[in-house]
């Protein structure tokens, strides 16, 4: 169960990234460390990455924000990063990057309804598919169908 702060958190986090051409990507508090840790992962509103300067700019403008608005009562510590990738490919910009590699895609079979799971190296997402290559040949998911594209470890042979 998420900490009953995190939408606070996450309103105050996004308006000061707004205010300093940020976008926040995620917002985590672990309360299980001592002191507790505040983390924010960010990126440049245009989408770009964020550097370390950048970094160190937003952790000034939130810990100011933070200490004014009173919402952490306790000590913690602040940490702010880029969200990088994870194992899920969620954004065009994730796709285009990954092209080639090896994914799984999870998706809602149309023959029989249920899910079904398929390997090969990702070829492209376009606005209406995505394009895989297994064994050579191209296989072809609707976005529709697609539950989830992550990336998998490549396979021998």
Known sequence: MPHPLIPDLQTLASQVADSAGFQVCG??????????TLQVQLRLADG???????????????????????LLQEA??????????GEE?????????FRGFPVEVHYTD???GGEARRE???LERDAT?????????????????????RLVAPTEG
Do not use: K
Not at 55 to 62: K, W
């Open 27 to 36: 917002v985590q508090l672990l309360s299980h460390r001592i002191p507790m």
């Open 48 to 70: 770009g990455d964020v550097n370390l300067d950048d970094c160190a700019r937003f952790s000034v403008l939130l810990d100011a924000a933070l200490e004014a608005g009173e």
């Open 76 to 85: 913690y510590v602040l940490e702010i990063s880029s969200p990088g990738i």
């Open 89 to 97: 490919l969620i954004e065009d910009r994730d796709f285009r990057s």
């Open 110 to 112: 149309a023959r029989t």
């Open 120 to 122: 090969g190296l990702l």
């Open 129 to 149: 598919t995505v394009h895989l290559n297994v064994r050579g040949r191209t296989v072809r998911f609707p976005r529709s169908d697609v539950l989830a594209v």
